[in-house]
């Protein structure tokens, strides 16, 4: 029976203890038995999927990886102990020295500093194109491109880029598309049905949804992912047994979370639209979002994030996170609970105004992660906020 990924979400269970246990087991094992030294010899051989050690593969691990293959519509996977390790074997297994990576330039702050600091030490040239303004693109391509790497919406900034248009240009020059899929999840937004080779995502956000635990997984097409899987298996980014079984047991309420969640978020954004201490709002499934129609092209519903600027600038936004009396001020997003956050003084405190522009953060932005509660009861709290900036 041909099972639609929702339900593949739920129902996958890779692996039983024999008890008949209703719900998966915890296999919290470093390593895995042999009957004999012919067995362990197969498994080693790669002629068997036999796990051999918790590094290379584990049941809750392969649970959780087979579920977000199933719902990104991907060939294979593989899970690691953060999104940042996953972007990061993403780029170490596929790029060599003296390959070009091209990237949006309004990426997540780690990934910046992956890209800019750590790619060239190993002799990878990158170089950032406009999220907003993909007529630079294809002129940015350099013969030594070999991928294009974006966020998309973007981060803090919700821009949206059309993954329509970046897998046409990819397949046009041969080059791999990467796409952090974190800010939209699976159940909102699937880049590989239009032509993305690779989708990375930071578990510890939508996936996790409360807040618990890290965890990253990469999936895509199977040559890619095998080479990032020995790349990994070598060098040791794996995902925790434990968080595996989290994060797998998450994946079963993820598609009403992020109903509700974006739900939540279009109430509120459409709320806060016209108020008299912002100067712009930005939501995706808002028609006043400029692109509003890529969102509507690629994206299930306008996701948990929504973004405003306050016309007080920095002081206001300061004043913003003290006044709140609900929400949380911490550097997370993607949770049951809702997170304010104001990046010009806090993530991004220690750029100068121009840095800050430069990656699209602007003095009184303030980026709310839209969590479950009453959708009213956040509603309220950023109405009493705005009262005193
Ligand atoms: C949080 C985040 C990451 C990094 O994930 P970690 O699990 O914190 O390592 C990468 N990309 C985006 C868009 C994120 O929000």
Redesign the pocket.
Known sequence: MELHPITQAIRIQTERSGQKEHSTPLFLTSSFTFDNAEDMRAAFADETDDNIYSRFSNPNVTEFIDKIVALEGAEAGYAT???????FASFMAVLKQGDHLLSCNA??G??HNIIKKWLPRYGIEASYVSANNPAEWEAAIRPNTKMIYL?TPT?PGLELIDLEFAAALAKKHNLILNV?N??ATPLNQRPIDFGAHLV??????WIDGQGRV???VIVGDKQLIHDIYLFCRNTGPALAPFNAWVLSKSLETLDVRMERHAKNALHIASALESHPKISWLKYPYLPSHPQHEIALKQMKNGGGILCFELKGGLESGRTFLNSLKLMTVTA???DSRSIASHPASTTHGKLTDEERLEVNITPGLIRISVGLEYADDVLNDILQALESC
């Open positions: 102990a953060t999104g940042m390790a996953a972007v990426v997540f780690s990934t966020e981060n952090d974190c800010f990375v995502h930071s578990a510890t956000k890290l965890g990253g997370n997003l993607g």
